[in-house]
């Protein structure tokens, strides 16, 4: 998607530890006409798939789901981040380990909000190695809710968790694919 | 507004601790039907004032208050929640108590995103004594922005905080008023 690519060539800062920083227009500031343009892009992308939810994660993922699910005409469940407890019976939960912020957490979804009747729509804002995104799959899997789509806005595709997916069956749709981020050169090689 | 007002009576459920879950519909799974009729309200309430951003507080601020930004057509920036640290110099910061989950926490905007310039509508899902907005409002006050109006879809009125602010002169739009929450009988008392 050409204008998410040229907000990144333009606003995106490229920070020590492979992070690629999106904070002017997708995960602080949220620029909502790029966004709500992400989403019809997105929902171009999945025509004729019937869902019946969109599921995200908190927090980064929920401005960019909310459109998808408003112009799809369903309601987003967001899942939450807690640190490793014992999670009680009511929710369905998956062990996550953020290689950001080197920690393990659990992301949780009440077991109210997820069924076998689903069919999901889930959205991201990023995937690399694709461990939140597992969580979520897991969490899928335990409701007996069948994933019908993955759309992704900025795939790092050189850390595979992407393709992996593919590879499995997973639809994965990203607006964005970056073959390399060069720290010394401050450079972004875009794939296609 | 009845619609949200009904809601809540069907779908509300009432906590030890003065709690009202909303989680049905506005906190853990999301109503986009509901929640963007809830942005049309806002935007009739606040219809005059130009607004050049909306702000919110991570998490559960955000779905309520993208769509009020995006049918106004500005950006949505949303206050970050971090444990008390050491914040550089590079953000606005405001010590809050949270009373709910009793601890400190800092919420932080980074500086890129609020300026003297700007014209503020802050939205979030409840008031009660209003700790969170205060962080808010003290954020833009450090950035020299102007609150033009605080939007709020659920306000615990027998907890003050939205009548202090008003009597400071800030124009607080409540969508659904509660005068009393009963933990005994499970009943609320909405006022108009």
Redesign the interface.
């Known amino acids: 998607m050409k204008l998410l690519k040229d907000k990144i060539k333009k606003l995106g800062q490229i920070k020590d530890g492979d992070v690629l920083k999106v904070?002017?227009f997708l995960n602080?500031?949220?620029?909502?006409?790029l966004v709500?343009k992400m989403a019809d892009e997105f929902i171009k992308r999945f025509k004729g798939i019937k869902f019946t939810k969109v599921l995200t994660i908190?927090?980064s993922g929920?401005?960019v789901a909310?459109?998808v699910?408003?112009k799809l005409?369903?309601?987003?469940?967001?899942a939450?981040k807690r640190d490793s407890v014992n999670i009680n019976g009511e929710k369905y939960s998956s062990k996550v380990i953020s290689y950001t912020h080197f920690r393990e957490y659990d992301e949780t979804?009440?077991k109210?909000?997820l069924s076998n009747k689903d069919h999901i729509l889930i959205i991201d804002d990023f995937l690399a190695k694709g461990s939140p995104l597992r969580g979520l799959l897991s969490i899928c899997i335990q409701a007996g809710a069948k994933v019908d789509g993955i759309g992704i806005a900025i795939e790092k595709v050189y850390q595979n968790g992407g393709n992996e997916l593919r590879d499995e069956g997973y639809r994965v749709e990203s607006l964005v694919k970056i073959l390399e981020i060069d720290e010394k050169t401050n450079k972004i090689k875009f794939g296609d």
Do not use: C, M, N, R
């Not at 602080?28 to 006409?33: G, P, S």
């Open positions: 904070d002017e602080h500031q949220i620029d909502t006409k709500d908190e927090t929920i401005a909310y459109p699910a408003q005409g369903v309601p987003l469940v967001f939450k979804v009440s109210k909000f």
